[in-house]
């Protein structure tokens, strides 16, 4: 990935990492503890930044600031207006200037329900754009995110992925370069993941955007588990429209955003109207405004979740993207060398190609539901287990043989077939440390050494489909804690 064309960083190298050592430090729930399955309390050691991650101490600090002048936009005739337009249109050119995305050329627009919304909105904005060429190739990796919203607005293939030794590898450059020939003129755009969700592998995008380009078709970059953890830059890799959600950038309760060339939205109606979004109304019509991002952001924004990211883009830069990407490869090589220690496990995706902070595996014979519970209620450590949103990768993934089984109506060997079709998913941020990867490790050894007393510890606190007993959930009620807030008061 090409280098990302922004100011430099006002501290030092060695600034930088002296920084990044603090801030590890200042993350809201890093120190959340839990009783667990034998009534012990322990730190929880939350390994699933993939997800959604912690939310930093500073940038929570400076929304709460913020909320000091808390005000709609939309108006200047008063000091609190002014400030919270000031905060958002600051908070759009933050987003630009990280993704190294000119404003003369792209826009930033937030978008709800994280990066769903701004996919559904691109899939929909390029058939607007490109009526006549009916195809969009998606890449095997997905998540549904960018694949399903593409299948409502095009005729869809899937590109294959790279065969290594250890397992897939990334998007297939020779093969999406053949079905671009093969399906000459009819292509609208090709998308894919910068990193995947499931296996962390990075794809190359300036390579994937010259292909697309040469066959006249656009570039849609899924960006959700690359934004926080490498430097981007959309001009240099000459990206047409990149999505990436502000909950996995250490800004949980933030927007979804889309940064988009500006031609591309050039005629294209608005996906959603209302207040905001136009010039003058009457009983006869209405006109739009020209200006973007306003033309795409109809209603009243939320100004306090895009000033936390704009917050968390700002630390971010200020350690350098380059620093953060060399702490998190040193992390994940440290993570895989552990894990391949670990007897009867298996890791997903090759090791010959560079991955972002996501490991996906599966201890031999334990069914990933079982894994991920024994390591949430034996010692703390929260991972995800499933198939991500991402069933397409995750079955290639898995051996061919488990998804072709025949239960031939044996409802016992099916239910157990379903059971195996999933993985579980240790994934890193900022916060994570080689000791909560050695952690990791110790659990699945100690878990794989002593299955049957897990099973029979998680079989005694579960119900007769495996669903957790409620008892056995941590309970949070905002009434209750609310109360006991105000008593302190």
Not at 39 to 50: E, F, I, M, Q, T
Not at 62 to 86: D, K, M, Q, Y
Not at 254 to 261: D, F, H, N, R
Not at 384 to 391: E, I, L, P
Request: aromatic share 6%; hydrophobic share 45%.
């Amino acid at each position: 990935m090409s280098a990302q064309t922004r100011p430099t960083p006002r501290a030092g190298t060695t600034d930088r990492r002296a920084l990044l050592d603090r801030i590890r430090e200042d993350f809201v729930g890093l120190d959340t503890e839990y009783a667990l399955a034998d009534g012990l309390r322990k730190r929880r050691r939350y390994l699933d930044s993939a997800a959604t991650t912690l939310v930093m101490q500073v940038t929570l600090d400076c929304a709460r600031a913020f909320l000091r002048h808390c005000a709609n936009t939309h108006s200047t005739t008063h000091f609190s207006a002014a400030i919270a337009g000031e905060a958002y249109a600051w908070a759009h050119d933050r987003v630009l200037r990280f993704l190294g995305a000119p404003p003369r050329d792209y826009a930033a627009v937030f978008t709800g329900s994280g990066a769903t919304a701004a996919l559904n909105r691109v899939a929909e904005v390029l058939a607007a754009a490109q009526p006549d060429r009916p195809m969009a190739l998606v890449s095997l990796m997905e998540h549904h995110a960018n694949d399903l919203p593409h299948r409502r607005h095009a005729s869809v293939l899937h590109v294959p992925l790279t065969a290594c030794d250890d397992g897939p590898g990334p998007v297939d450059l020779d093969a999406l370069e053949a079905m671009l020939r093969e399906n000459a003129g009819r292509v609208r755009y090709v998308a894919v993941t910068a990193a995947s969700n499931v296996t962390g592998l990075l794809n190359p995008l300036a390579p994937i955007a010259r292909l697309a380009h040469a066959h006249g078709a656009r570039v849609v970059v899924d960006g959700a588990q690359i934004a926080a953890h490498r430097a981007v830059s959309l001009a240099d890799d000459d990206i047409d429209a990149f999505v990436f959600s502000g909950h996995k950038a250490y800004a949980p309760g933030s927007p979804g955003v889309l940064v988009i060339k500006r031609e591309l939205l050039d005629g294209v109606p608005p996906g959603l109207v209302g207040g905001g979004i136009v010039e003058h109304v009457s009983t006869e019509g209405f006109e739009l405004t020209p200006h973007l991002p306003d033309r795409e952001e109809a209603g009243t924004p939320n100004v306090v979740g895009a000033v936390l990211l704009a917050s968390a883009l700002e630390v971010l830069a200020e350690i350098g993207m380059d620093s953060i990407a060399e702490a998190e490869d040193a992390l994940v090589e440290y993570a895989l060398d552990r894990l391949a220690t670990v007897p009867g496990l298996r890791i997903y995706g090759t090791r010959t190609a560079p991955r972002s902070g996501v490991v996906a595996f599966n201890l031999s014979g334990i069914e990933h539901a079982v894994t991920a519970q024994a390591l949430n209620d034996a010692h703390n450590i929260a991972v995800r287990n499933g198939c991500f949103c991402a069933h397409p990768y995750v079955r290639h993934l898995l051996l061919p043989e488990l998804w072709a089984l025949d239960a031939d109506g044996d409802e016992d060997l099916e239910a157990q077939v379903m059971r195996r079709r999933g993985m579980v998913r240790a994934s890193f941020g900022l916060y994570s440390t080689p000791a909560d990867v050695d952690a990791l490790v110790d659990a699945l050894v100690d878990i794989g050494a002593d299955e049957g007393a897990y099973r029979r510890r998680l079989e005694a606190t579960s119900d007769e489909r495996g669903a957790p007993l409620p008892q056995r959930r941590v309970q949070f009620s905002a009434p209750e804690y609310l109360g006991w807030r105000l008593r302190e008061m």
